[in-house]
């Protein structure tokens, strides 16, 4: 049995968290099982009211407890204990995960959960060792840039990985010296719900993390525009952060960090170790169901190495194992909603009546839940709806190209630049395509993260402003202050 369990049988932080205690609220947002479709409860949905609540709640938390200014290590040693407790109740926290969300069991405990433990241990190591500096003047002045927490920060995250984009948020957030108010996706909220009454259940101040449930227009706007809220770190669409953006001018003006959408290409040539750019290629787009901001979803291949890549990727996405999120064995997820799951298969249809050519997949699975074929696509040009369109799904497109121009330019995308993958053994060429590409991550011979959690993450062009991760999402969170001293 190991991690598999019935869904039936977990019990739901249904309710918004604030101050440390559970605040029941009526159910708005009916929420089905992506795995089998079926509703199970009803998402509460934030007003002005809650927001003014938490944002107080965590105001008066950073002043009972001077969380901000107390020996830095008390901070580190207290976000350590948090994520200790993650990973004691990782099975509990992952049977909840996977019953909302597309992430299963088995993949929740080895890698989200625990990598979420390790980021905010990261993260919490940084509270002693960043600070403010002392700057070069002459003899009759000092001077110094002080740093300090901004005070509340408001964090909203996407779907896609629920507790690994609330840990990016809450990890540097808190260990600079912040509260924060955080809304989960409407999707999937009660893993950031859990993982907040852990970290109380830690020891760290209640209120220091109060979480509001609800959905973008009525809870985000809402607690994006709350003037007590002195920054705002976002996850999730394109569209969504500019709707963001445009809250804020118009509510006031404050700093934010957006993370958004992708659309990253992976370019091979022939030069490459072949196999082992398939199993990368196939895996990010298969991985989470390409629900991942930086799935490689447009493989740019020379040409006389396409049909044996080709036939390679293909091999490797008609073996994906699908099934519940509640069955350790399941490798392959569902698509997080029926709504989403039409919108993928929308665009697919679309590419295909543009001239695409469906070489394998390109439609719903026979399953109860939100199932869909991995799809690859192949004769698209650059204004095929599969190529122009965020999918965030496990569709994938292959060009050709004959030289590193060509490549280039097939590559650049008009909107988007979070990540990019290239396989060569050319190391001058590795050092000209990584100067070249305008995304935020380069991943060479590989597509994927590694563990070094100093590696920033973010986009270039309208995939984000900012940072999570590294030394940049800790720095991201704390301000500065210029003082002078007449001596
Ligand atoms: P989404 O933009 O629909 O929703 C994300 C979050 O924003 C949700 O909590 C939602 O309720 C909230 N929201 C929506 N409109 C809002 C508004 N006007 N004001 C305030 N909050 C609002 O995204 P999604 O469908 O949940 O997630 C998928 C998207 O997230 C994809 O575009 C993906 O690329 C992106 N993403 C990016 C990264 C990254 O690191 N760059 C990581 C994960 C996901």
Sequence with gaps: MGLSFHPDTVSLPVGHFIGGEMIAAEGAIEMRRPSDGKAYTACPIAGPEVIDCAVASAKAALKASNWGNVRPRERTKAL?????????????LA????????????????????????????FAEFADKEGSELVPTDDATLGMIMSEPYGVVGAITPWNFPISMAGWKLGPALAAGNAVVLKPSEMTPFSAVYMAQLAVKAGLPAGLINVVLGDGSTTGTALTGHPEIAKVSFTGS???????????????????????GGKSPQIVFADADLDKAATAIAGSVTFNAGQACVAGTRLIVEKSVADRLTAAILEKMKAVRPGPTWDEATQYSPIISERQRARVDGIVRAAIEAGGECLTGGGVMDSPGYFYEPTLIADVDQANPAIVEEIFGPVLTVQTFETEEEALALSSHPTFGLASGLFTSDLSRTIRFARKLEAGTVWVNRYSRSRDHILPTGGYKRSGIGKDLGREAYLANRRTKSVLISL
Excluded: H, Y
């Design 80 to 92: 350590q204990a948090w994520a200790d407790l993650v990973e004691a109740e990782a099975e509990t």
């Design 238 to 260: 394109t569209r969504a952060g500019s709707a963001i953006m445009e809250n804020v001018a118009r509510t006031g003006v404050k700093p934010m960090t957006l993370e958004l």
């Design 95 to 122: 049977k909840i995960e996977a019953l909302c969300s597309t992430r299963p069991v088995g993949q929740l405990v080895a890698g989200d959960i625990a990598i979420t433990a390790e980021q905010i241990r990261f």
